[in-house]
């Protein structure tokens, strides 16, 4: 049985028009401060804009008389997994033409940038143009709230083309009951925390093109830095506290944002991820500052980071290979993990999570009651539906099958075991903390497989499989 025909793919066609259209004037944006700086590297940003923008016109224009009405979850997915792949294409055409960087590098980078993976290929930062240190902080920016979110924003009109790519990204919570008006207050809402905390840096005392960036890898949970010791750079703990902030209204729902004001604060203090995140930080915290000898910033700086799946980190990678194991295996259940459904981070996400071991608690109970009795699931006063508690449980176990399945091979390639599982791990969870073996002498096979890694953790798994499970339908006779 064919499962995607002809009309299936005008569709994504005509779809996809806006998304290169939106990724082209992404590209744009750096020439800002190519200007401001006198770097004149035109062309590096102008050549893949001018690209995508002029193929997504084509798109939209020659396939515009098809039936957008048509548009389906399935469509989204497609759409969804392209606009993350394309993107991450344009920018590393960007990073190749600006640095001269191999472009599986270059693809590599703007991958994880994308994602907020936070990991580089580049060995020395510090030495690049400062367009290309912002665009690399835009990256971040913009596929913390998400790619295809930024793009439906700004272009798409709202209808059931807006519906199918919200749900895309793997999103269900409307601030609004229009998911075009709920967009848009969830962009507010992560304007206003950036331009807080560019403010909140430079009153701390770093100069406005280090807040800027800074801000933007950070609220979005991207960590990727200016600085070859990113964070830890700075040797200051206010501008670590100002960190810790920001990464943890990153990893909160943008609905618990939104109802903040309205309620006073209750909503943020009564929300059950929030409360989870800040007590398992403190938990764990102590846990390992009684357990180790590490400092006790880095410390709370890394757990906070690895919860938040951020990935900016004070401490080396080379320092933290050498905490005790079980300080760095407490960081893989929190790297595994992540923070609330609904906001900029990656991995499992708490909801999943507490679904799991919700449906595993229920089955003991239905064991141990009379025969034939029903026990509910519920979270937040609502019962949980069954199809959530086996999708919970279903998305968990492919979750894993890709970490083991990259572990296997990093293994086959030499690496040791301990560090590659937990690079895996924070691959697979757009984390970006790890253990000194992602860089730019990783094996090109291995650099592919982490990419694709990176893709599926962030548009978590099922639309890169439907995306897959597609394009092998096309060639089938």
Same mark, same amino acid.
């Given at each position: ?8 793919l ?10 290169m ?10 020439l800002?401060?190519?200007?401001i ?6 062309i ?10 002029g193929? $997504? ?15 389906r979850?399935?469509h $989204? ?8 792949l394309w ?10 033409l ?9 693809v ?6 994308l ?6 290929m580049?060995p020395?930062?510090e030495i690049?143009?400062? %367009? ?7 990256e ?7 790619v295809?979110?930024?793009?439906i924003?700004?272009? *798409?009109? #709202?209808? *059931?083309?807006?519906s199918?790519? /919200? ?9 609004? #009951?229009s ?9 507010? =809402?992560?304007a ?5 905390g560019?403010a909140? /840096?430079?009153?701390?005392g ?6 800027i960036c ?6 979005s949970t ?32 943008f ?19 929030f ?5 398992v =930080? ?22 906070? %980071?690895?919860?938040t ?11 933290m290979?050498?905490w005790?194991?079980f300080?760095?295996?407490c ?6 993990t992540g923070?609330?459904?609904g %906001?900029?981070?990656?991995a ?11 449906g595993?608690y ?6 141990l009651s ?6 509910p699931?519920?979270l937040?006063?609502?019962?949980? #539906?069954e ?19 990259t ?7 030499? /690496? ?5 599982l937990?690079?895996?791990?924070s691959l697979?969870?757009?984390? $970006?903390?790890?253990?000194? =073996?992602?860089?730019?002498?990783l094996?090109p096979?291995?650099k592919?497989v ?6 599926? $953790?962030?548009?978590?798994i099922?639309?890169?499989?439907i ?11």
């Amino acid at each position: 049985m064919r499962y995607i025909n002809k009309t299936d793919l005008l569709i994504v066609a005509e779809n996809s028009g806006n998304i290169m259209i939106g990724i082209g004037a992404m590209c744009l944006i750096p020439l800002i401060f190519d200007f401001i700086y006198f770097e004149f590297d035109i062309i590096s940003f102008l050549l893949p804009a001018a690209f995508s923008m002029g193929l $997504g016109f084509f798109f939209s224009k020659h396939f515009e008389k098809v039936k957008t009405n048509k548009v389906r979850l399935k469509h $989204g997915m497609i759409l969804s997994a392209f606009a993350w792949l394309w993107a991450s294409i344009m920018g590393g055409l960007v990073f190749t033409l600006a640095t001269n960087m191999p472009i599986i590098d270059a693809v590599f980078e703007s991958m994880s940038a994308l994602t907020g993976s936070g990991m580089t290929m580049y060995p020395d930062v510090e030495i690049l143009p400062h %367009s290309v240190l912002f665009f690399r902080a835009f990256e971040q920016w913009v596929g913390g709230l998400g790619v295809v979110v930024m793009v439906i924003t700004v272009l *798409t009109k #709202p209808g *059931t083309v807006s519906s199918k790519l /919200y749900q895309s990204e793997a999103r269900d919570e409307r601030i609004r #009951p229009s998911v075009k008006t709920t967009l848009k207050r969830t962009l507010d =809402i992560y304007a206003i925390y950036t331009i807080a905390g560019i403010a909140l /840096y430079m009153l701390a005392g770093l100069p406005a093109f280090d807040s800027i960036c800074n801000t933007l890898s950070i609220i979005s949970t991207g960590g990727m830095s200016i600085k070859n010791a990113n964070m830890g750079f700075y040797h200051d703990d206010v501008i670590y506290f100002i960190s810790i902030i920001l990464m943890i209204l990153g990893a909160t729902s943008f609905l618990v944002h939104y109802k903040v004001i309205k309620t006073r604060g209750k909503s943020l203090l009564e929300d059950l991820q929030f409360k989870i995140i800040i007590c398992v =930080i403190a938990l764990v915290t102590l846990m390992l500052y009684y357990l180790s000898n590490i400092v006790p910033m880095d410390l709370l700086f890394t757990v906070v %980071s690895a919860i938040t799946t951020t990935g900016a980190n004070v401490a080396s990678p080379a320092t933290m290979a050498s905490w005790p194991p079980f300080v760095i295996i407490c960081l893989m259940c929190l790297i595994l993990t992540g923070g609330s459904n609904g %906001s900029t981070v990656g991995a499992i996400k708490l909801v999943r999570m507490i679904t799991f071991f919700k449906g595993i608690y229920r089955h003991i109970r239905e064991v141990l009651s009379p025969e034939g009795r029903v026990v509910p699931i519920k979270l937040h006063g609502n019962t949980i #539906p069954e199809k959530a508690i086996s999708q919970s449980g279903n998305f968990i176990t492919l979750y894993m099958m890709f970490i083991m399945f990259t572990w296997a091979l990093f293994c086959l390639f030499g /690496y040791d075991p301990f560090r590659s599982l937990f690079a895996v791990m924070s691959l697979q969870g757009n984390n $970006g903390l790890e253990l000194g =073996i992602i860089n730019s002498a990783l094996h090109p096979v291995l650099k592919v497989v982490s990419m694709f890694n990176m893709w599926t $953790g962030r548009i978590e798994i099922y639309p890169v499989l439907i995306t897959l499970r597609a394009f092998f339908e096309i060639f089938k006779r």
